[in-house]
């Protein structure tokens, strides 16, 4: 019974995974978007940061470099652990370039 409940575990830890990646992909393609229209009062990384979902918006980090061309985006998420006593999954980065509107 106890092997079962590990390889459960780690089944729910690797979606976890997944689900964070495809965050982090979803919080770049939304900061650059906003980047790249460049409208005033409107913050990258805030837009980034709510196309995230509540429960790992805390552990998100976006950063925004602008070229004169381009926009490139970078959102980072800290991956939480489901299985006790191992952690320290470390982040998942994703980025998004787009060109200015």
């Not at 575990?9 to 919080?27: D, E, K, W, Y």
């Not at 070229?67 to 980025?95: K, L, M, N, Q, Y």
């Amino acid at each position: 019974m106890p092997v079962l409940l590990l390889v459960a575990l780690v089944g729910i830890q690797l979606g976890i995974v997944a689900h964070a990646a495809s965050q982090a992909g979803t919080a770049a393609r939304a900061a650059a978007r906003t980047a790249s229209q460049d409208v005033p009062g409107r913050s990258p990384q805030a837009a980034g940061t709510a196309a995230v979902s509540d429960w790992l918006r805390d552990d998100v980090t976006v950063d925004v470099e602008t070229g004169e061309e381009s926009v490139t985006a970078t959102a980072s998420i800290d991956i939480p652990s489901v299985i006790p006593g191992i952690g320290g999954f470390g982040p998942v980065h994703r980025t998004a370039h787009l060109p200015k509107e």
